[in-house]
């Protein structure tokens, strides 16, 4: 017989409810299922995710993971009540990662901590992680709900996200023989992205806006709606390009640290990168931003993407066949600059001109 203790504690007296967690997986079943694709059948609620490599036709792959988050982003999505497109944010900074190494985004994984479990809430969440698995075309085979009071307050909440992604071996990029003379071509962003949200957090509270005023920058938006323009994903376009035959010799994501901090990455010791910043059409929200906050060019480039959020390198006398690979795919690509000797000053990325803020 069981028994029972009219003062005893429980785990949901003690704030976590088993209950709003299973519901909250019924609810999210039919999302995870709209993100199938060759090698995962998308369903959950076993102990671990299945993926098949050669259902998905790769015969010599090498494995790319990525990881990350979406920052104080996420801050803007809980003080708006606006959770939709946070999630699509989540994926696209993994899976741009994941494209830059010439890799293909296969499968996702979630992780979404909060102080107390609302279902609608989550729900919302995951419409957008799985919306943003469509767009980069990889299954979202598994995630961790964990509701955890004490640690978060109320209802705030966090995100982290895992993708793997595969290549076959001998394609990984960046490509040998990158040099003085390559060109740099820029792909534009969608604006913020998710970096640099403390920082916009902190212009947003010196103009005395509130989350549901109209954006300065967007007009007929609120700014809490404005700033949560979601991250651009760039997998499927770059993807259908390369297949197409542009020949691109290095991705680059341009996340925290602007052009300064992420180019380098995939350039060879003794090179750099020389940009016109004058070819970028810079969202207006960067100009607000860089105005509000009086922020300094160089603080704007090393913190925001400023308009470009993925560049591409490739040869000179393949630039023009690039770039018409690139717009059959859909993207406006622009040629952003090239490839030069590193400077004798310790710079790697310079300027031939300034931003032309809106």
Not at 194 to 206: H, P, Q
Request: charged share 20%.
């Amino acid at each position: 017989m069981t028994q029972t203790k009219a003062d005893g504690l429980t785990y949901a007296a003690a704030g976590v409810d088993i209950d709003a967690g299973n519901a909250m997986v019924d609810a999210i079943k039919p999302l995870v299922r709209s993100t199938r694709r060759p090698g995962a059948d998308a369903e959950i609620g076993g102990f671990g995710g299945l993926f098949d490599l050669k259902a998905a036709g790769f015969s010599d792959p090498i494995l790319v993971a990525a990881n990350d988050g979406v920052g104080t982003k996420v801050k803007i999505a809980i003080e708006t009540g606006r959770h939709d497109t946070i999630g699509i944010d989540l994926v696209a900074m993994c899976v741009n990662d994941i494209i830059v190494q010439g890799a293909e985004p296969l499968f996702f994984l979630d992780y979404f901590a909060t102080g107390r479990l609302e279902p609608g809430t989550g729900a919302q969440i995951v419409k957008g992680i799985a919306e943003g698995c469509r767009q980069a075309g990889c299954a979202l085979i598994g995630g961790e709900t964990a509701e955890m009071p004490g640690l978060y307050g109320g209802a705030d909440y966090d995100l982290a996200g895992f993708a793997v992604g595969a290549a076959e071996r001998g394609t990984l990029l960046p490509l040998p023989g990158i040099g003085p003379g390559d060109v740099i071509l820029g792909l534009p962003s969608s604006g913020v992205h998710s970096n640099g949200f403390s920082l916009v957090r902190r212009v947003v509270e010196r103009s005395g806006l509130g989350w549901s005023d109209e954006a300065p920058f967007a007009p007929g938006r609120t700014l809490g709606e404005a700033l949560l323009e979601p991250t651009r994903i760039y997998v499927k376009a770059l993807l259908a390009a390369m297949k197409a035959g542009a020949r691109i010799k290095a991705l680059a994501h341009i996340t925290g640290g602007g052009f300064p901090d992420n180019i380098p990455r995939v350039l060879p010791d003794g090179t750099g990168a020389r940009l016109d910043l004058g070819a970028i059409a810079v969202p207006p929200v960067f100009g607000w931003l860089a105005r509000t906050g009086d922020i300094a060019e160089r603080e704007m480039l090393r913190t925001f993407n400023c308009g470009i959020g993925m560049i591409a390198v490739v040869a000179a006398a393949e630039a023009e066949e690039a770039l018409g690979h690139l717009r059959a795919a859909g993207e406006a690509p622009v040629m952003l600059g090239a490839i030069v000797p590193a400077s004798s000053e310790g710079e790697r990325v310079s300027y031939s001109s300034a931003l032309a803020l809106p």
